[in-house]
């Protein structure tokens, strides 16, 4: 990115001089993949958009005990990744795969965070290792087996949210502390 120091500007001519010079890096250094609970068709299409703008490495869809949502769709989620990208100026599009449960997104997983209300590690205090896949729930929330298959929760507080607006915030504090 440069900046530049504007000296003549008329409508057939611009003038400038270069002042200054930084690198375009607009990938985040952290790899945060989401694990989603497969949501309704709107709810997952905006978390998708919003999360790939904020710097999403990749998702995960998977079907949970309580989703609510069927069916996968990988190839319009990936159109919205790759417009969301577009939009927010990155280099690269999230990849989107499919899991068909949580159990196969933690054995794919290196380090798999599941996030809890309940918890008591706050996301925020987590901050190694610098890549993680945070699984974000069903708006019914986890059976006991699901949660059982995780050791490490964190917790984004003390409200109860909505699945699509956990994922954002999660995304934002996990990338914020790494950066």
Same mark, same amino acid.
């Given at each position: ?32 993949? @989401? ?10 299409? @905006? ?66 965070? @599941? ?7 706050? @996301? ?52 914020a502390v790494r950066e």
């Open positions: 990115m440069l900046t530049v120091r504007l000296d003549v500007v008329s409508a057939d001519r611009v003038e400038g001089l270069i002042v200054a010079e930084r690198e375009h890096r607009p990938e985040a250094a952290a790899r945060i993949t @989401l694990a989603l609970a497969n949501l309704p068709a709107s709810a997952l299409e @905006l978390v998708l958009s919003r999360c790939t703008e904020v710097g999403a490495f990749a998702f995960t869809i998977f079907q949970a005990e309580r989703s609510v949502a069927r069916g996968a769709k990988v190839e319009r989620w990936t159109t919205i990744c790759r417009e969301a990208a577009m939009l927010a100026g990155r280099l690269r599009v999230p990849e989107v795969t499919v899991a068909r449960s949580l159990a196969e997104v933690v054995a794919r997983a290196d380090h798999p965070v @599941l996030l809890q209300r309940s918890a008591s590690l706050r @996301l925020a205090d987590l901050t190694s290792p610098s890549d993680l896949t945070l699984c974000i729930g069903p708006e019914g929330g986890w059976t006991e087996a699901e949660a059982a298959l995780i050791g490490t929760r964190a917790t984004l507080g003390p409200r109860n949210l909505q699945a699509g607006t956990a994922a954002i915030v999660a995304l934002g504090v996990a990338l």
